[in-house]
């Protein structure tokens, strides 16, 4: 059974930083392409980097400069370091497979407020 847990998110001043950890179970990971979603409240889930088997990477305009999005195959887990954080990063973080999703972990959250 394929599992996501993500881990790593709390709150946190703004300008400061967090790594988020995406460890994955039951999946092939090193073939897949990677991402790394947000959903604030009342928002939509929105994606905010993704990664590619080779290590290509891709970012929203929003955290572009920010964010970094990083994998270790042997480890079967995706990171996300978040510096220079905003206000409006706050949100429940998630990884998933893009392409053909797979189900939901639970997330991580992230608040940004002083």
């Known amino acids: 059974q394929v599992q996501l847990v993500e881990s790593g998110g709390g709150l946190v001043q703004p300008g400061g930083s967090l790594r988020l950890s995406c460890t994955t179970s039951?999946?092939?990971?090193?073939?897949?392409?990677m991402g790394w979603y947000r959903q604030a409240p009342g928002k939509e889930r929105e994606l905010v980097a993704s990664?590619?088997?080779?290590?290509?990477?891709n970012y929203a305009d929003s955290v572009k400069g920010r964010f970094t999005i990083s994998r270790d195959n042997a480890k079967k887990t995706v990171y996300l370091q978040m510096n220079s954080l905003k206000p409006e990063d706050t949100a429940i973080y998630y990884c998933?497979?893009?392409?053909?999703?797979?189900?939901w972990g639970q997330g991580t959250q992230v608040t940004v407020s002083s």
């Open positions: 039951g999946l092939i990971f090193s073939i897949y392409t």
């Open positions: 990664i590619t088997s080779s290590g290509a990477t």
């Open positions: 998933n497979r893009r392409g053909v999703e797979l189900k």
